[in-house]
T-cell receptor
Framework: SQQGEEDPQALSIQEGENATMNCSYK?????LQWYRQNSGRGLVHLIL?????REKHSGRLRVTLDTSKKSSSLLITASRAADTASYFC??????????FGKGTTLSVSS | KAGVTQTPRYLIKTRGQQVTLSCSPI?????VSWYQQTPGQGLQFLFE???????NKGNFPGRFSGRQFSNSRSEMNVSTLELGDSALYLC??????????????FGPGTRLTVT
C-alpha cells in the first residue's frame, strides 16, 4: 500500500526556476527520504530527514518535514535540464519496509 | 566502490515460466531489498534480507521468493509467471537492515517482460 503521496503528479518549469514538490503520508514515521529516478533507471538517494529534524539542505536541494501535518517538501533551486526526472518520497515506519509514493515527474526545459 | 549490480538487465519470458534475478550489493552492505515498479502500482516493496535472513516481506503472493547468500548477494525468483509480473525489478542495498532507517543504494534494475 502507498504511504506517501506526492503532489503535484507532474511539474513543468523553465531552467533557472525553482521546483517544489510535496509529500504527504498517513502514519507516524522514523524518517523520510527523497529519491530521484531518471527515465526508468535505478533510484538515486537525495536526502534523508529524521522525524526530529525540520529542515535539511544538500546543494541546491532543501527538504522540510512537518510531522504535525504529516508532510514534507522538496525544493530544488535554480533548476537545470539535468534535473528532469521523477522524484519520490519514501517513509520508514518503525523499522519496517521503505514505502514509496507514486512520485512527481519534473520536466525542466531550456 | 562499485555500485549495486543487477543481472540480467533485460529479460523476456513466457507465461507459466519461472525466472531468477540476481543482485550484488555494494561491498560491505549487508541489507538487500527488492522492489517491483510498474506504471500502475508504482514502487512496491517485495522483501528485505539482512545477513541471509528475510526481515520484512511485502504483500506479494508466494510465487515471489528470494534468498541471500553469505557474501550478501541476493536472488529473487518468480515462479509461474503471469502477464502482470511484467515490471522493472529493482534491488537496493544499505549498510544495515531495518527497512528505511538508512539510505538505500539502488541498482539499475532488471526489466522483465512476460508474454
Amino acid at each position: 500500500s502507498q504511504q506517501g503521496e506526492e503532489d503535484p503528479q507532474a511539474l513543468s518549469i523553465q531552467e533557472g526556476e525553482n521546483a517544489t514538490m510535496n509529500c504527504s503520508y498517513k502514519t507516524s514515521i522514523n524518517n523520510l527520504q527523497w529519491y530521484r529516478q531518471n527515465s526508468g533507471r535505478g533510484l538515486v538517494h537525495l536526502i534523508l530527514i529524521r522525524s526530529n529534524e525540520r529542515e535539511k539542505h544538500s546543494g541546491r536541494l532543501r527538504v522540510t518535514l512537518d510531522t504535525s501535518k504529516k508532510s514534507s517538501s522538496l525544493l530544488i533551486t535554480a533548476s537545470r535540464a539535468a534535473d528532469t526526472a521523477s522524484y519520490f518520497c519514501a517513509t520508514d515506519q518503525a523499522g519496517t519496509a521503505l514505502i514509496f509514493g507514486k512520485g512527481t515527474t519534473l520536466s525542466v526545459s531550456s | 566502490k562499485a555500485g549495486v549490480t543487477q543481472t540480467p538487465r533485460y529479460l523476456i519470458k513466457t507465461r507459466g515460466q519461472q525466472v531468477t534475478l540476481s543482485c550484488s550489493p555494494i561491498s560491505g552492505h549487508r541489507s538487500v531489498s527488492w522492489y517491483q515498479q510498474t506504471p500502475g502500482q508504482g514502487l512496491q516493496f517485495l522483501f528485505e534480507y539482512f545477513s541471509e535472513t528475510q526481515r520484512n516481506k511485502g504483500n506479494f503472493p508466494g510465487r515471489f521468493s528470494g534468498r541471500q547468500f553469505s557474501n550478501s548477494r541476493s536472488e529473487m525468483n518468480v515462479s509461474t509467471l503471469e502477464l502482470g509480473d511484467s515490471a522493472l525489478y529493482l534491488c537496493a542495498s544499505s549498510l544495515a537492515g531495518g527497512g528505511g532507517q538508512y539510505e538505500q543504494y539502488f541498482g539499475p534494475g532488471t526489466r522483465l517482460t512476460v508474454t
